[in-house]
Each structure stands twice: as C-alpha cells, then as structure tokens.
C-alpha cells in the first residue's frame, strides 16, 4: 500500500529557532501534499495545501512567512517553522494525496516541543 | 457511556460489545466521508468512506451511515476489541477536491 513517511518523528529545539520537517510519498508520486497541525485532545487543522512546482495555499489565520512550505518534488514536501515559539508546539501531520486511488495517505506526524 | 468533555469527547464500551460513534458534520455541499482511526502519537488511519449518493456501507467489523437530511455521519464496530480504542475522526470533503475537513473527534476506550 502507499506508504508516506516524515521526518524526523520527534524534535525538541530552543525559542528562536528554525525547524524543517520532511514529507516523502515512498512508493507513489503526489502532485499534491497537505500539512496539518494538531493540538493536544484536539482534531487536525489543515494548515496548507502543498502544490508540486508551485506556492502552497495556506489556510486562513496561517502565516505564510512563519511556516515556508517547498515541495520541490512529485515525492517530497518541506515545512518549515520559522523563529519558533513555545506556542508552534504541536503534533504537524502531512499527507500525501495520490490520484490513482483518490486516496490521501498519511504521514506519522512529527511532535515538536519548544522551550 | 458516552461524554462530552472540553476538547474531546470519550465514549467507553465493554469488550465484545458494538459500538456506534457519531458525527454531525458542517457543510452540506460535502458529497464524500471518511472515518479515521487515530492511536496515540500517530498519524490517522483509514477505516471507510462513503460518498453521499449511499446511505449505509459495509467493510470488515465496520459500517459507515450517512444521513443526509440532517448530516449525520455514523460510524459502527462490532465486537469491539482492545485493539479498536483510539481517537475516532470523520472528515468530510467534495469528491474530487482532495481537502478535507476533519471533525472534532471521539476516544473510544474499550474496557476488558
């Protein structure tokens, strides 16, 4: 079955810093990506849509320049947190839509603690 | 018995027995839903869709209801198993626009 994969599954980093999660579609092509962040006991809130060679579509209420997506190939999408906050902690899950089946696939999520 | 707590709401069944969870969805143009299995520290997984123009559809110890008229969206386990306690999300979407919109959640916690 389609597999998508992130990277990494857990990160801890200071206030200030800049942290960068990987997507990756293992075994299928996706044109297009999506990026969700979700609060504890809370449900996922789509924060963008990543578009394969083109600027992703943010939701509203979602900074743009505070979260840069790149999805510079059919197979992997970057989210990038930009001068992170304690209040970016969050579960970001991604996932990977795949034409074939009309199916999205999702990634395992990735925790980020910042202190 | 089932609950609404601030955030989440938990619903707890007996092992062995069926359990139903529910869903009111928001947008009546959505024409496609999909129920979700989250466990603890993961991503969702998929359990079963339906597309609006059923009303009932059947998979392997799960049935999906969709009633239109007062966009409901039910979700039902049969002899549920420890294995089956996890956050249950549904999500709804148009056929063919892959964004979805996901729903608030339910903890089902199955007890021994």
């Known amino acids: 079955g389609a597999v998508v994969s992130q990277h990494p599954s857990w990160v801890i980093c200071k206030s200030g810093t800049s942290v960068k999660i990987e997507c990756r579609s293992l075994d299928f092509q996706a044109t297009t990506m999506f990026w969700y962040r979700q609060f504890p006991k809370q449900s996922l809130m789509l924060m963008a849509t990543s578009n394969e060679g083109s600027k992703a579509t943010y939701e509203q209420g979602v900074e743009k320049d505070k979260f840069l997506i790149n999805h510079a190939s059919l197979t992997l999408s970057t989210l990038t947190v930009t001068s992170a906050h304690p209040e970016d902690s969050s579960f970001y899950i991604c996932s990977a839509y795949q034409g074939l089946t009309d199916t999205q696939y999702f990634g395992p999520g990735t925790r980020l603690t910042v202190l | 018995g089932e609950s609404v707590g601030l955030h989440l709401p938990t619903l707890s069944v007996q092992e062995g027995d069926n359990s139903i969870i529910n869903c009111a969805y928001s947008n009546s143009a959505s024409d496609y839903f999909i129920w979700y299995k989250q466990e603890s520290g993961k991503g969702p997984q998929f359990i079963i869709d339906i597309r609006s123009n059923m009303d009932k559809r059947q998979g392997q110890r799960v049935t999906v209801l969709l009633n239109k008229t007062v966009k409901h969206l039910s979700l039902q386990i049969a002899a549920t198993q420890p294995g089956d306690s996890a956050v249950y999300f549904c999500?709804?979407?148009?056929?063919?626009?892959?964004?979805?919109?996901f729903g608030t959640g339910t903890r089902l916690t199955i007890i021994p």
């Open positions: 999500a709804e979407a148009n056929f063919g626009n892959e964004k979805l919109t």
